[in-house]
């Protein structure tokens, strides 16, 4: 089982970043900007998915993680969720096989109870077909919270250790959902909001965090491009001093 931590040990800072998780929003206002009805945000969304999904494996990117649909977005009016829901179906009938051509996996994470049947039969052959892939690990967060997350793994990691009553990172991090990937390097949120809004709470503790207001729909590859540089200017310390690190470089 593949375990890193950065408030454990000091990981790598890598020129690209390993891992890259997004939280993809502004469809909404995209489109009530373009007097459409918020669903047309929503479908045009899905393009600029598949750019950057390209982009990522393009640039050498290991793991990029999607926001897709959390927790809370459950109180939207049941007509956007369910029109969210049939896109989602519609973007795996789709994307899969493409996917696959292009040797990406696909994971998809999050409290999946609350699913169909057909929907969730779907994710899992897509995860099936895909599992052996090695370009990039495409994961989508679907009913996703950073706390149903760190709450699911205390809850495995309690009963896989009976009677125990201390525990350490280490024995907690194997039960979270994306524990197969190492934490993210960047993360990107588009639209404008500069807030966590329940993401990966657990894992993005030395993320590096960039906000831009393009709205999701409108992101672009040179967006990407513009994030990855800003990522790469930043002095990526763990807790240590920048003297420290000029220190190790020389
Ligand atoms: C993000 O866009 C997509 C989802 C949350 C599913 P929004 O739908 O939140 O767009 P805004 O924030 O209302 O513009
Ligand atoms: C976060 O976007 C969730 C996704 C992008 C899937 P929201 O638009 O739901 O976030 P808040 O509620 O405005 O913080
Ligand atoms: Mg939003």
């Not at 029109?83 to 996996?105: D, P």
């Not at 513009?226 to 420290?244: D, K, L, N, P, V």
Request: net charge positive; hydrophobic share 40%.
């Amino acid at each position: 089982m593949k375990y890193t931590s950065s408030t454990t040990e000091v990981p790598d800072a890598p020129q690209v970043p390993r891992h890259v998780a997004m939280i993809m929003d502004g469809n909404g206002r995209w489109a009530t900007k373009r007097f459409l009805p918020r669903v047309a945000g929503h479908v045009k969304g899905v393009e600029a998915v598949r750019t950057v999904v390209e982009a990522c494996a393009n640039r050498g990117v290991e793991y990029l993680t999607l926001f897709a649909f959390s927790s809370e977005n459950w109180r939207r009016p049941e007509e956007e969720v369910s029109l969210l829901m049939r896109l989602f179906m519609t973007a795996l009938e789709r994307e899969v096989s493409k996917m696959h051509a292009n040797n990406i996996r696909l994971r998809v994470v999050g409290d999946l109870s609350r699913f169909d049947d057909k929907l969730r039969t779907m994710i899992a052959n897509a995860e099936r077909k895909t599992a052996n892939n090695t370009r990039l690990t495409v994961t989508v967060c679907a009913n996703y919270g950073g706390r149903w997350d760190i709450m699911q793994a205390v809850g495995k990691m309690v009963a896989a250790h009976p009677g125990m009553t201390d525990f350490s990172e280490a024995q907690l991090a194997p039960h979270l959902a994306m524990a197969y990937a190492p934490e993210p390097d960047l993360f990107i949120r588009t639209g404008g909001e500069q807030r966590i809004s329940n993401f990966l709470l657990w894992q993005l503790a030395y993320t590096e965090l960039f906000f831009t207001d393009t709205y999701w729909p409108d992101f672009s590859i040179e967006r990407l491009d513009e994030a990855i540089a800003s990522y790469q200017h930043r002095e990526r310390r763990f807790g240590r001093t920048g003297a420290q690190l000029a220190e190790k470089k020389t």
